[in-house]
């Protein structure tokens, strides 16, 4: 599985978009990106994939640069709750590598009030 | 619909002990992965359970074992507890035949003393 590198930290007004980037330089045509977010020692929470298009659904939409080595997950109106880790993963999917992730550090976001 | 359920929530062992963590995957998964996770590190995939077998396995070593059952439902289990195996321990659940998407469950947080 490709490898992803995200922020450590970033910090989001409440009520602003919060934008989580995240590179992946060396994603195969194959593999999807994956995004999770965790809220303290809770287990993480699936909240968006693509493939190559952009994606939104009722959490957030992702933004994939048209070489795919690069996307953006976009809250658009941050709140409290969005508080979490966030990571992005990389994977194939529909083979025998379905259900391994590769888990990164992740970025924190706080968003404050 | 139930999501992933992991039991127990907590569990305190001792050095040398053995500890089993359980896992119910999603309905309509049949694929399990655990995954271990330190404090403040990002999951790391440990093994993953398909049609009763062990179908992959990430960088632990064979004190951590597993079994599926047939109704897909999952143990994790961990022999001569070491201190450095306190971590929360992730379950999640994957469908062969769809999109693949993983759905984590709430975690087991384990303490070696």
């Known amino acids: 599985d490709a490898k992803t590198t995200q922020p450590t930290s970033m910090d989001c007004a409440e009520g602003r978009a919060a934008n989580l980037p995240c590179n992946h330089s060396?994603?195969?045509?194959?593999?999807?990106v994956y995004w999770y977010r965790q809220i303290h020692s809770q287990g993480p929470q699936y909240i968006i994939h693509?493939?190559?298009n952009n994606e939104t659904n009722e959490m957030a939409s992702l933004i994939i640069t048209e070489d795919r080595k690069s996307s953006t997950l976009i809250l658009p109106h941050a709140t409290l709750r969005d508080t979490a880790v966030y990571y992005c993963?990389?994977?194939?999917?529909?083979?025998?590598?379905?259900?391994?992730?590769?888990f990164g550090d992740g970025t924190t976001l706080t968003v404050k009030p | 619909d139930a999501g992933v359920t992991q039991s127990p929530t907590h569990l305190i062992k001792t050095r040398g002990q053995q500890v089993t963590l359980r896992c119910s995957p999603k309905?309509?998964?049949?694929?399990v992965s655990w995954y271990q996770q330190a404090l403040g590190q990002g999951p790391q995939f440990i093994f993953q359970?398909?049609?009763?077998?062990?179908?992959q396995r990430g960088n632990f070593p064979d004190r951590f074992s597993g079994h599926q059952f047939p109704n897909y439902s999952s143990e994790l289990n961990v022999n001569a507890l070491l201190l450095g195996d306190s971590a929360l321990y992730l379950c999640?659940?994957?469908?062969?035949?769809?999109?693949?998407?993983?759905?984590f469950g709430p975690g087991t947080r384990l303490t070696v003393l």
């Open positions: 999640a659940s994957t469908s062969s035949w769809q999109t693949d998407t993983q759905y």
């Open positions: 693509g493939l190559k």
């Open positions: 993963i990389v994977r194939v999917v529909y083979n025998t590598n379905a259900g391994k992730s590769t």
């Open positions: 060396t994603i195969s045509g194959n593999e999807y």
């Open positions: 359970y398909y049609e009763e077998e062990e179908r």
């Open positions: 309905s309509g998964h049949d694929t």
